[in-house]
């Protein structure tokens, strides 16, 4: 599941640079997902260096974190029990 995310993250990103329809029901359904998440980062942490939006780059590292080491983590665990 958190790999889909992490894709629609990236799909985020790209619409960001291309300035899609508004009303597309795509993009609607992509910014209604992601802007909660990216939000609480750029609400907390200042993200836009130069005009350019580090947040989705943020929530990507944290889920790569989740990912790679707690994921891994509670699985080695259930799997010592």
Same mark, same amino acid.
């Given at each position: 599941?958190?790999?889909?995310?992490?894709?629609?993250i990236?799909?985020?990103a790209?619409?960001?640079?291309?300035n !899609?329809? !508004?009303?597309?029901p795509?993009?609607r359904i992509?910014r209604q997902?992601?802007?909660?998440v990216?939000?609480?980062? *750029? *609400?907390r942490? !200042?993200t836009?260096? /130069?005009?350019?939006? $580090?947040? !989705?780059?943020?929530?990507?590292? /944290?889920?790569? $974190?989740?990912?790679?080491?707690?994921?891994?983590?509670? $699985?080695?665990?259930? *799997?010592?029990?």
């Amino acid at each position: 599941m958190l790999t889909v995310y992490m894709w629609v993250i990236i799909a985020q990103a790209v619409l960001s640079w291309v300035n !899609p329809d !508004p009303y597309n029901p795509i993009v609607r359904i992509i910014r209604q997902v992601t802007d909660p998440v990216l939000f609480q980062i *750029r *609400r907390r942490i !200042p993200t836009v260096f /130069g005009g350019i939006d $580090f947040s !989705p780059i943020i929530v990507l590292l /944290g889920i790569i $974190f989740l990912q790679e080491f707690l994921v891994k983590s509670l $699985f080695q665990l259930g *799997r010592m029990m």
